[in-house]
């Protein structure tokens, strides 16, 4: 069987371009696999001195999905999702890497490297041509983004009886979740390894074109680090607004300790709204995008020895994007950030730290706007 399912992959890889969405390389028997990728060409311009946001950020992906119909109630899945980069900070990662069962109405468990189980909330916003995305970030908010070693389980339609209800629960033991860095110190001392637990709820309230989602995540161990998030989505035809709060608190997350003195708390919040619309045309598809996203540490001037620190926004900009689909395999886009952090601000100064010392236009480098543009080629 595997022999007979590379000899149809491969030719089907080569033929992509021809292809709408994922390419169904095997189908038989209750066995189904799939493969799909992408291509991003992508590019920052901003400021010379601004090293953190400059230049090419190409990547590529490609991923494999497959599922087995193991009894008319019960299914087997997996996915694999690699992504390569070739700009200057160029790495490589598996995105995604997990199998599970699904038992239909009764929901489904997965174990691997997936999405945190707060995702769910954070993906309301993280809808931008490029920017945004700030809320996924387990360093600040504990299982909002990927992250490795979680078992979870989702169930849809609240087991066949609400339609549109669902929930998960998640348990993930390892140290992606627990913030391994302090906030301002980059060099990953400090926080051992922490297992975590979070759980999230949303519904589609009835066919009106409104979601709402709650949830709340927790780490264990020493570190402490909680979330908690709420978010309200519409998308109704080419309308679409979301909004999202979110707040998170590490204990003794800032690396200032001494013989007389506990290190203090990181205390976080942050809000994001979006709006986008989509306007349709003969040949494609243009959807505009307009958001306010920011992002605050409470109190970050006096718990820093960074004299030079005064305000407390790790991320605040306004976002102006456009997506032009020309099909469903190849779009462009342009995205503008406005920033509105200031060069005193901790996100400003937050990804220099580093490097140890740092220059004054570095500094106000990272607080300067900065235009994405990009090619897109999906199958």
């Known amino acids: 069987m595997k022999r007979n399912l590379l000899a149809i992959a491969i030719p089907a890889l080569l033929v992509a371009g021809t292809a709408s969405a994922s390419i169904e390389v ?20 901003t400021d010379r001195d601004n090293q953190t946001g400059e230049g ?52 489904s468990f997965d174990y ?26 387990n360093d600040i908010y504990a299982l909002t983004a990927r992250t490795k070693a979680v078992a979870t389980y989702r169930n849809s339609d609240f087991f066949g009886l609400v339609n549109g209800l669902r929930f998960a629960v998640q348990y993930a033991d390892n140290g992606d979740n627990s913030s391994t860095q302090y906030l301002n110190n980059h060099d990953r001392t400090g926080h051992d390894s922490a297992e975590a637990w979070g759980s ?62 506990k290190a203090d708390d990181l205390k976080t919040k942050g809000f994001e709204l979006v709006a986008q619309y989509g306007i349709d045309f003969d040949i494609g598809r243009l959807t505009p995008s307009v958001a306010y996203i920011q992002h605050k540490v409470k109190d970050a001037s ?49 990804a220099l730290y580093e490097d140890g010392t740092f220059t004054k236009s570095q500094i106000k480098a990272t607080a300067k706007d900065t235009v994405a543009l990009g090619l897109i080629y999906q199958f």
Do not use: C
Not at 115 to 128: A, H, I, M, N, Q
């Open 26 to 45: 095997w189908n038989k028997d209750g066995n189904k696999v799939d493969f799909y990728g992408r291509v991003y060409a992508l590019n920052y311009i």
């Open 200 to 261: 999230v709820i949303d519904w589609d309230v009835l066919d009106t074109g409104l979601s709402i989602g709650a949830g709340y995540a927790q780490t264990g161990g020493h570190k402490d680090a909680k979330a908690w998030s709420a978010g309200v989505k519409y998308d109704n035809d080419n309308l679409y607004l979301a909004a999202l709060y979110i707040q998170g608190k590490q204990k003794a997350g800032w690396d200032n300790a001494s013989t007389t003195r």
């Open 302 to 350: 006096s718990l820093t020895n960074d004299s030079g620190l005064k305000g407390n926004d790790l991320a605040k900009y306004v976002d102006v994007g456009l997506t032009y689909d020309f099909n469903k395999n190849l779009s462009a886009i342009v995205d503008y950030k406005i920033n509105l952090l200031d060069k005193d601000d901790i996100g400003a100064r937050r």
């Open 56 to 107: 090419d950020k190409t990547t590529a992906r490609l991923g494999m999905s497959g599922q087995t119909q193991i009894t008319d109630g019960l299914s087997g899945y997996g996915r694999w999702e690699y992504e390569a980069k070739t700009g200057s900070d160029a790495d490589n990662e598996t995105r995604y890497a997990y199998a599970g069962l699904n038992f239909g109405d009764f929901g």
């Open 112 to 137: 691997g490297r997936n999405d945190g189980v707060l995702k769910t909330l954070t993906s309301y916003t993280d809808v931008l041509p490029e920017f945004g995305g700030d809320a996924s970030n």
